[in-house]
């Protein structure tokens, strides 16, 4: 297992684009589902995309088309293109990994980074 941290959020207008980028420091990027969730104020963490340890991606619907997860092997790290962004893409996005190569999203979830800042305003 190794350590998460997350960076690249920041405050954007709507349409604008942003990247997050989740580091590790072991070996999880190379051997693990990683994914991305995210949490407003006063709302449930809600899953935002997955992607298994060959990179296949999965996302929900309300981020389809404007998101798209990806990973560096070389460099460990999990990333997340955020493009045409919405006022209710707003939260702190967190990265977390699970102890399994394919993503079981039901299944725990138990490494995860502090989080990063993410706020979509006019």
């Known amino acids: 297992q190794g350590q998460l941290m997350e960076s690249g959020g920041g405050s954007v207008q709507p349409g604008g684009s942003l990247t997050l980028s989740c580091t590790t420091s072991?070996?999880?990027?190379?051997?693990?589902?990683m994914g991305w969730f995210r949490q407003a104020p006063g709302k449930e963490r809600e899953r935002v995309a997955t992607?298994?340890?060959?990179?296949?991606?999965s996302y929900e619907d309300s981020v389809k088309g404007r998101f798209s997860i990806s990973r560096d092997y070389a460099k460990n790290t999990l990333y997340l293109q955020m493009n045409n962004l919405k006022t209710e893409d707003s939260g702190i996005y967190y990265c977390a990994a699970q102890n399994r190569a394919v993503c079981v999203p039901s299944d725990p979830w138990p490494e995860w980074g502090r989080g990063t800042q993410v706020t979509v305003a006019s």
């Open positions: 072991g070996n999880t990027v190379r051997r693990n589902c």
């Open positions: 992607s298994t340890r060959l990179d296949t991606p």
